[in-house]
């Protein structure tokens, strides 16, 4: 009904006023991406998510609803190929040639990293200048003996420590996790949306500015959170907090899984194990629907436990989802790594 009303208006030359026109059909791929995009959409119309909440991102299977919503996106939106190759392939397949496409990691003014391989990240930040300084005051702990970190002074320490020949694009996928990121790419889905549907540029411009306030806010609130446990040792479920620990001065310690989060080998739990105890890791965090035998599989009964949600798949899905994600990273951060009473 709503699309014959758009139609019969649009025929008959009434589509003058905003009002009057079908809103753009705006598919995104995760809730953090769908969120950015409801901000940007806010009073227009809605943005179909394709990884529902909790949902995992590296290995999924479209649903057909979902593959109809692919063909007939006016934009989709989506991390990229690095996150989620299978959505890439599915939009060249399905989506309009009309259609127009952001892949989020490509976009100008990203800030990038690259997929870190190691296990055990002693000197992730040592292709970093902003980080350099970091580097010697959080490792204090660390045996010099240690061989999981003899290659991280020479720089080498991302490359060695096992490959095992998959196709990781190159880059860390998961840079939404950087604010700063997500207000380039709000920008970006506002500046997408006024080409497709130029009568609401100015809806898309204030939507963007007052998305920009919330996320700049919930950035500042991370910040303040966070003020008590910089540089405190901590170990990950997957390799997935790197754009959040640059951007929020946190070092991870090791991540017990892959940026893909693919199931780790032997060698590297162990390298995880002794680096928990070699950073003296005061927290190992879980993520929402993981077993927790795989936490228990490298850490004793001494280290706290905590769940990070990277994805936000605890959270409800829309407008507010991005910035109470940025924040909730914070508060589970500062619970477990926090002095205690
Ligand atoms: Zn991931």
Redesign the pocket.
């Known amino acids: 009904m709503r699309w014959a009303m758009a139609g019969m208006l649009l025929a008959g030359g009434a589509a003058g006023s905003a009002g009057a026109q079908t809103a753009p059909r705006v598919v995104a791929d995760i809730p953090p991406v769908q969120s950015l995009a409801a901000m940007a959409m806010a009073g227009v119309g809605e943005v179909e998510l394709i990884v529902p909440p909790g949902a995992?991102?590296?290995g999924f299977t479209l649903r057909p609803s979902q593959a109809g919503a692919l063909e007939r996106a006016d934009l989709v939106i989506s991390i990229g190929p690095a996150?989620a190759p299978w959505l890439d392939e599915a939009a060249d397949a399905l989506a309009r040639p009309e259609a127009v496409r952001l892949d989020l990691l490509d976009l100008p003014g990203t800030h990038a990293l690259p997929f870190r391989e190691a296990a055990v990240f002693a000197g992730g930040h040592d292709h970093d200048d902003d980080h350099a300084a970091h580097d010697e005051d959080g490792h204090d702990d660390h045996d010099p003996a240690d061989a999981a970190h003899a290659g991280e002074h020479e720089g080498e320490g991302h490359d060695d420590a096992g490959h095992d020949g998959h196709d990781h694009h190159g880059l860390d996928?998961?840079a939404w996790l950087n604010p700063d990121n997500a207000l380039v790419w709000l920008d970006a889905i506002a500046d997408a949306l006024a080409r497709i549907d130029p009568a609401r540029a100015e809806t898309y411009a204030a939507n963007a500015a007052a998305g920009r306030a919330r996320i700049e806010a919930a950035a500042r609130t991370a910040e303040e959170l966070l003020e008590p446990v910089h540089h405190r040792p901590y170990v990950v479920f997957?390799d997935?907090y790197r754009h959040f620990e640059e951007r929020f001065d946190m070092p991870a310690s090791a991540a017990v899984s892959l940026?893909?989060?693919a199931s780790p080998g032997a060698r590297r739990v162990a390298e995880v194990r002794e680096a928990i105890e070699t950073t003296r890791a005061l927290c190992v965090f879980a993520e929402p629907q993981m077993p927790a035998r795989l936490i228990d599989s490298v850490a004793g009964d001494e280290v706290r436990r905590g769940v990070l949600d990277?994805l936000g798949a605890t959270l409800t899905p829309g407008p507010e989802l991005y910035p109470a994600l940025i924040e909730a990273m914070a508060k589970s951060l500062l619970e477990c790594l926090g002095d205690r009473a």
């Open positions: 995992s991102p590296h996150l996928p998961h997957h997935a940026g893909d989060a990277p």
